[in-house]
């Protein structure tokens, strides 16, 4: 089963998302800030992690940044959802780590659509 840990703090987005997905089968870990999410990370495995850009805590970019260099997971798929879409945040992203943005808002079929793009399903 594919493991998802969802990290958003705004709980009526984090319930539409978690709810689309797990329609779909996917196994969700939920995280409500940036560290919650790194520690979740740094626990366990997951197939995907969907971070808010701006959380409480700690960013999404943070978490994508301490991620790849300090718990060294380099395969683990990292998708980055912000309203911040300028062409240097999403570079931003990018350089920190992250392999995919969605800017908000978003359907629930464009989530699910980019999900099955990066998962390769």
Do not use: C, H, W
């Amino acid at each position: 089963m594919t493991r998802i840990l969802l990290a958003e703090d705004e709980e009526i987005l984090r319930m539409l998302v978690l709810d689309t997905l797990e329609d779909e089968g996917y196994e969700i870990d939920e995280a409500t800030d940036g560290q919650e999410a790194y520690e979740r990370l740094s626990m366990n495995d997951y197939d995907l992690v969907i971070l808010d850009y701006m959380m409480p805590r700690m960013t999404g970019l943070e978490v994508v940044e301490k991620t790849r260099n300090v718990l060294n997971k380099k395969n683990t798929k990292m998708m980055i959802l912000s309203a911040k879409n300028q062409q240097a945040d999403r570079e931003r992203m990018k350089e920190a780590g992250a392999d995919f943005f969605m800017s908000k808002p978003f359907s629930p079929q464009q989530l699910l659509e980019t999900i099955g793009e990066i998962l390769g399903a």
